[in-house]
């Protein structure tokens, strides 16, 4: 790991406009549970990568993680800007909404999910449960 984080860093010290090492860190630091760290690297990634739906999608995540559902609703929308009908962001902002007691905002994502993929029970599945 401390090999992977220095190559990163030399990296991003040689080309610093260069978003996919950011990404890449990130992923580093959240697989060792320096969630803080991540966050800070995907959220440089957002500015040079503005279309990337992982980045966001992975921000989202890391907030849901720490119980930080305002902050996680917020990166995943602006995913949802990017890419307005993406399933895994849906998915987790529809996840997002049901742990922060937002039932009727999950509901209505879910409802969007099992409307175009329909094929997807597992959308049902969460629609029952919620």
Same mark, same amino acid.
């Given at each position: ?6 190559? =990163? ?8 406009? =260069? ?106 599945? =969460?629609?029952?449960?919620?």
């Amino acid at each position: 790991m401390k090999k992977q984080k220095k190559l =990163f860093k030399e990296v991003i010290r040689q080309e610093p406009e =260069f978003g996919p090492v950011y990404y890449s860190l990130a992923l580093l630091y959240a697989e060792i549970n320096r969630l803080d760290d991540a966050i800070i690297q995907l959220k440089k990634a957002t500015k040079i990568m503005p279309k990337n739906i992982r980045v966001y999608y992975n921000l989202g995540l890391l907030f849901d993680k720490k119980q930080d559902y305002k902050n996680a609703e917020k990166y995943v929308i602006a995913g949802l800007k990017v890419e307005p009908t993406n399933e895994g962001l849906l998915y987790v902002l529809a996840y997002v909404y049901s742990k922060s007691d937002q039932r009727n905002k999950a509901k209505n994502i879910v409802q969007k999910l099992i409307q175009l993929y329909p094929n997807n029970q597992q959308y049902r599945s =969460f629609l029952n449960q919620l």
